[in-house]
């Protein structure tokens, strides 16, 4: 079954501004993953797939880290020359 959510903020913590009200909300409802979770369920996903998924997502995080350390490492490099 899936998980109940409860995401408040009061006025009193915005100081009345409407506008940062909205922006808390918003802010508290991402660092929750609320949208990303109703994005995924949205529609049925065979595990397979999910795996699948899952295993690609790990694969470019992995190279894109990769890229950013060696960056780093070149950045240094430069630095030293």
């Known amino acids: 079954m899936a998980r109940a959510y409860n995401v408040e903020v009061n ?34 996903k065979k595990p397979s797939l999910k795996r699948r998924m899952a ?3 790990k694969l470019r995080n992995a190279k894109k880290a990769e890229r950013t350390r060696q960056e780093k490492y070149d950045k240094k490099l430069g630095a030293r020359k």
């Not at 009193?12 to 109703?38: H, Q, S």
């Open 55 to 57: 295993k690609l997502s």
């Open 11 to 44: 006025i009193e913590e915005t100081r009345g501004d409407v506008g940062k009200l909205i922006r808390k909300f918003t802010k508290k409802v991402k660092k929750m993953k609320l949208l990303e979770e109703l994005r995924d369920r949205r529609y049925f």
